[in-house]
């Protein structure tokens, strides 16, 4: 049992991991699937099972179809790291977050076991959902999502220190598993909500200036509540 209820219109940093850690997604195909899971399992009707091959872009008919759902949530951020994943949602229906996430959780199993001929598990239990519960958290936790791949060319950015943020920023911009791109000015996945975030940083020029501003002097002292161990 939840220690707290999920409330709808609330705002939440959900995680999960890979079971004893172990890698989520082994290969290009993988997260393509999982992200084109985040798009056709956000629906309040129930997920029809797909085998169809799984794809990043959408075309014109994929696009009117995710725009004529009724979202469980919006989806506001993520990143996919190689053994974890974050999010940054807005439940918008009772219950949205963990049907969503239950959504993503079982066609996700399902795919990589039948894949990669296992049983069992592959999530560590049930996800973690943090409540983004004033401003300074929901201005900088979508930056901490963002700055996740780092892990992978400078760690010690997670102690404060990032040398060279230009080396930095190039990085991010090239992950492909991730929504900072969209945040910077282009568009790669069309179940985002933008608009949310964007309200607050003026647009894509704004979101950019407070992400070159933050790296700068790195401090996660105010949102330290919200970074789930």
């Not at 990043?56 to 994943?85: T, W, Y």
């Not at 949602?89 to 079982?106: D, P, T």
């Not at 996700?108 to 592959?122: E, T």
């Not at 973690?128 to 300074?136: F, G, T, Y």
Request: glycine content about 6%.
């Amino acid at each position: 049992m939840r220690k707290q209820k999920i409330v709808s219109g609330g705002i939440y940093h959900v995680y999960n991991r890979g079971v004893e850690k172990r890698s989520l997604f082994l290969d290009d195909r993988d997260h393509n699937r999982f992200i084109r899971n985040l798009a056709i399992f956000n629906d309040i009707k129930p997920a029809l099972n797909s085998n169809r091959e799984s794809k990043i872009s959408f075309g014109e008919k994929e696009i009117r179809s995710i725009k004529q759902k009724k979202p469980l949530v919006d989806v506001i951020a993520f990143c996919l790291m190689s053994n974890h994943f974050h999010f940054l949602l807005r439940q918008k229906e009772e219950g949205g977050i963990s049907k969503f996430m239950n959504k993503i959780g079982v066609g996700y199993v399902n795919y990589f076991n039948l894949k990669y001929q296992r049983v069992g598990p592959l999530f560590q239990g049930k996800f973690k959902a943090v409540l983004v519960n004033n401003e300074a958290h929901f201005l900088y936790i979508p930056h901490y999502i963002h700055l996740n791949p780092l892990d992978f060319i400078m760690p010690s950015w997670r102690e404060g220190s990032i040398k060279n943020t230009k080396k930095a920023t190039n990085f991010l911009n090239s992950y492909k598993w991730s929504s900072f791109g969209d945040y910077m000015g282009r568009t790669n996945f069309q179940f985002l909500n933008e608009s949310i975030l964007f309200e607050y940083f003026n647009g894509a020029e704004g979101y950019a200036e407070d992400f070159r501003s933050f790296i700068k002097d790195l401090e996660f002292s105010d949102i330290s509540d919200l970074l789930i161990d």
